[in-house]
């Protein structure tokens, strides 16, 4: 049975957020607009200290829960690749990396329109070159949600051409793996997923790939070759347009625990701290998490 609670969030996203999505074409001004929206919108995690890194491009915000023993959970933000930063995702971050015994790092990587494809993957790569620099690779956790999603399986690939080591584990929240948008779940639920219109989905991914061919598999998970991607904890909603990404990438991974959830939004996660449901999807993914780290 879904909470009270949660029912409420399912109606913002519905009757507030998916007609922002869908009626805002500026995507810079849609981007301020979530940024205001989560001032409220997020419940904060006690006793977590806040901090910045800067770096040539980008800043990465650091959230420093009061558990942090030395682990590192390295979270890119989700947003279509233009909207969305460390700040609307900074608390969904702390409350992982708390359950994993780590800080988050959430780098604010360039945005499209004015930074199309490469900058985003380009940013992550090197806020992970910077995080092996101050943590050993068993301790890390790549996580991402939606568009992150996309950016944390791109740093998987880039961090095997490169012969860096893989991270312990990722953490998948939704994630967007084909920007072809071919799985036949981007039609079934157009209509029906809680958070997404087609209408910015059509919009955001043209300002990002910038005329790239969107089954390049540096650019689409989906086309890639993952088989030596760590561990993964995925998580997807039933019923929202992203769902056979997940699926398809459920199948794909060499070692994944998917789980799937009912009545509940795209990354609706964001919720944790208010909502019954966005607890029970973080806990879950803490404990399949721990276990792949000191």
Not at 74 to 97: E, P
Not at 202 to 208: G, L
Not at 221 to 228: I, K, N
């Amino acid at each position: 049975m879904t909470s009270r609670r949660q029912k409420l969030f399912n109606s913002f996203a519905r009757h507030v957020e998916k007609p922002l999505f869908a009626k805002i074409k500026d995507q810079r001004k849609l981007a301020r607009v979530f940024d205001v929206l989560a001032v409220g919108g997020m419940r904060p995690l006690r006793g977590t200290k806040r901090a910045f890194l800067h770096m040539p491009n980008f800043c990465i915000r650091r959230m420093i829960p009061n558990t942090a023993r030395g682990n590192l959970l390295l979270y890119f933000h989700g947003g279509g690749f233009t909207v969305g930063s460390s700040y609307t995702h900074r608390w969904l971050a702390a409350r992982i990396a708390a359950g994993i015994g780590a800080e988050a790092w959430l780098p604010n990587y360039r945005l499209a329109p004015d930074h199309p494809y490469p900058a985003a993957p380009d940013d992550c790569i090197a806020a992970y070159r910077l995080a092996l620099t101050c943590f050993e690779p068993e301790r890390i956790v790549l996580g991402g949600d939606s568009a992150g999603g996309t950016l944390v399986l791109n740093t998987v690939t880039r961090i095997a051409a490169l012969g860096l080591p893989q991270p312990a584990a990722l953490a998948l929240l939704s994630p967007l793996t084909d920007l072809a948008h071919t799985g036949p779940s981007r039609i079934k639920f157009r209509d029906t997923d809680m958070l997404l219109p087609h209408t910015w989905v059509t919009r955001c991914m043209p300002a990002y790939l910038a005329g790239r061919d969107p089954k390049d598999p540096d650019i689409s998970p989906a086309y890639a070759d993952l088989s030596m991607a760590p561990p993964a904890a995925l998580h997807v909603a039933e019923g929202e347009v992203l769902y056979d990404d997940a699926a398809h990438l459920a199948e794909t991974l060499p070692d994944v625990d998917f789980q799937t959830w009912d009545n509940v939004p795209h990354v609706w996660q964001l919720a944790a701290g208010w909502t019954p449901e966005a607890d029970a999807s973080v806990l879950h993914l803490v404990q399949k998490l721990r276990v792949h780290l000191p």
